[in-house]
């Protein structure tokens, strides 16, 4: 099998691996996310008032289950998502397109590369974005933030969004999920490749140590954490908007025009909040991916080398 096809399908079997265990955190973080939207601090009801809280909201008015919602599509993005950006970036590695000319990693050359291969990841699995996000939103009335959508599963609003926006419509909100990736992308695998070299060289644990990959991504957690938080709201808005008879977004026209009105409505803390759910799910979502990613190409080539 072609060595470019192993690196997507190990990219996206660890990022599917890590939303079984993180999803519910994601389904948290949008719910802060679009709580208060566009109304000023202090001028709205918090249902969820801490990530323990909206857990316990959460399984208390839609159920336990509502803990997992969109997991299907979560799965489906995260194979899409990740095996393209991860195994794009490890194409553009192994071709040494993210070295200079002593052979070195060069850090401009390494986030351009994983920049790039976010934008892809991005782009390819932004349906599955959308579906997810907005299955994510559906609420009991009484604790219910954000636009409401009605889709009975997620097949069926795939199909619903198809035949109100046609293929467009499948990708509405892409130029803000393609700027979050690329940028949170940019931040994160450089991190978790330069913390994993410095580490290796220091000699600080044996070679092949399971705690290398698990540090390293750790130091890429905080990194996407700080840098996608902000994106990550724009994002969710976008995705998770209504849409009127033209197909136009009932609140935001773009990227710029729903970062002003945050801005505006909110404030800087309306770009940060889900921040610690955010924390909470990015931080255990890098640490599991990029560390079953770096098992499974060890365990791969390893076998592969016997062979």
């Known amino acids: 099998m072609p060595v470019d096809v192993i690196e997507f399908g190990l990219g996206g079997a660890a990022a599917a691996c890590a939303v079984l265990f993180t999803n519910p955190l994601e389904v948290v973080k949008t719910r802060f ?15 969820y008032r801490n990530v323990f809280h909206a857990f316990y909201t959460i399984g208390r008015y839609d ?12 799965i489906i993005y995260q194979i899409l998502q990740n095996g393209t950006r991860l195994g794009t ?25 994983a920049g790039v291969a976010g934008y892809l990841g991005a ?24 636009h409401q959508h009605t889709h009975s599963g ?24 393609t700027m979050r990736n690329g940028i949170g992308s940019a931040a994160q695998l450089p991190a978790f490749s330069h913390t994993k070299d410095f580490i290796t060289k220091t000699e600080m644990f044996r070679p092949g140590s399971y705690f290398i990959p698990i540090i ?26 209504g ?7 009932l609140y935001y026209r773009g990227i710029w ?27 255990p979502q890098t640490v599991l991916s990029l560390s079953f990613w770096d098992l499974g190409r060890k365990l791969y080539y390893r076998n592969v080398n016997k062979n």
């Open 33 to 47: 996310q679009l709580q208060g939207e566009l109304k000023a601090w202090g001028t709205y009801q918090r249902h």
């Open 257 to 283: 025009d729903c970062a002003s009105k945050v801005w505006r409505k909110e404030g800087l803390i309306g770009f940060y909040k889900g921040w610690s759910a955010s924390w909470f799910r990015l931080a």
């Open 216 to 241: 390293s991504s750790m130091v890429a957690g905080a990194a996407n954490v700080v840098v996608m938080t902000p994106l990550d709201v724009i994002s969710t808005r976008m995705y998770n908007q």
């Open 154 to 177: 997620w097949l069926q609003g795939l199909k619903k969004i198809y035949v109100e926006g046609s293929v467009k419509g499948l990708w509405r909100g892409v130029s803000a999920q």
């Open 89 to 113: 970036y490890q194409i553009f590695t192994d071709m040494g397109l993210t070295k200079n000319k002593t052979g070195q990693a060069s850090l401009p050359k390494t986030m351009l590369a």
């Open 243 to 249: 849409i009127d008879e033209r197909g136009k977004g």
């Open 123 to 146: 782009f390819v699995s932004s349906p599955m974005y959308l579906i997810k996000t907005q299955m994510q939103s559906q609420s009991h009335e009484v604790i219910a933030v954000g």
């Open 63 to 74: 159920g336990l289950l509502a803990l997992q919602a969109g997991l299907p599509p979560a």
